[in-house]
């Protein structure tokens, strides 16, 4: 079954533009993935497609993934070492806690928008936006299977 069916066009949007919103303050990035089975480890897996996506490859190493896997619900967020190194060291097991309070609701869109924003003003707080700043990856959801 597709992992699609979880998201409406609207859901998409609300994503897609927080993740927008939170990037104009930073020169952060902030991607999503969502399949719908999660083999092994969530970290593990999210490690995996962080790579994948490329995510390790920005300048200030500030890339920030949220990994969704639907009908194993499973989660986790997963910042490069440039934001690690900054944020507090339970600041994503806090953020996550506040996406899966929505996420065990089916509230899927709301809480990961929340999570994102979340995470948004820790990158600017850390690495605010300059001028010269490009967007380095994709704002849209990254879909598995």
Same mark, same amino acid.
């Given at each position: 079954? #597709?992992? +699609? !069916?979880?998201?409406?066009? %609207?859901?998409?949007?609300?994503?897609?533009? &927080?993740?927008?919103?939170? $990037?104009?303050?930073? #020169? =952060?990035?902030?991607?999503?993935?969502?399949?719908?089975?999660?083999? *092994?480890?969530?970290?593990?897996?999210?490690?995996?497609?962080? $790579?994948?996506?490329?995510?390790?490859?920005?300048?200030?190493?500030?890339?920030?993934?949220?990994?969704?896997?639907? $009908?194993?619900?499973?989660? &986790?967020?997963?910042? @490069?070492? *440039?934001?690690? %190194?900054?944020?507090? @060291? @339970?600041?994503?097991?806090?953020?996550? $806690?506040?996406?899966?309070? +929505?996420? !065990?609701?089916?509230?899927? &869109?709301?809480?990961? &928008? @929340? *999570?994102?924003?979340?995470? =948004?003003? %820790?990158?600017?707080?850390?690495?605010?936006?300059?001028?010269?700043?490009?967007?380095?990856? /994709?704002?849209?959801? /990254?879909? *598995?299977?």
């Amino acid at each position: 079954m #597709s992992v +699609h !069916k979880y998201f409406t066009e %609207q859901d998409k949007l609300q994503i897609t533009n &927080a993740i927008r919103v939170a $990037e104009t303050n930073t #020169s =952060g990035e902030i991607r999503l993935h969502v399949e719908n089975k999660c083999p *092994g480890d969530v970290l593990d897996r999210a490690a995996y497609i962080f $790579e994948k996506l490329e995510m390790h490859k920005t300048e200030l190493r500030n890339g920030v993934l949220f990994y969704l896997a639907v $009908e194993d619900r499973k989660f &986790a967020i997963l910042g @490069d070492a *440039g934001i690690n %190194q900054k944020v507090n @060291d @339970d600041f994503w097991e806090c953020t996550k $806690e506040k996406v899966i309070v +929505h996420l !065990k609701d089916g509230k899927y &869109a709301q809480g990961l &928008a @929340d *999570g994102i924003v979340m995470a =948004g003003e %820790q990158l600017k707080a850390h690495f605010p936006y300059q001028k010269d700043d490009i967007n380095e990856l /994709s704002d849209e959801i /990254s879909f *598995g299977k």
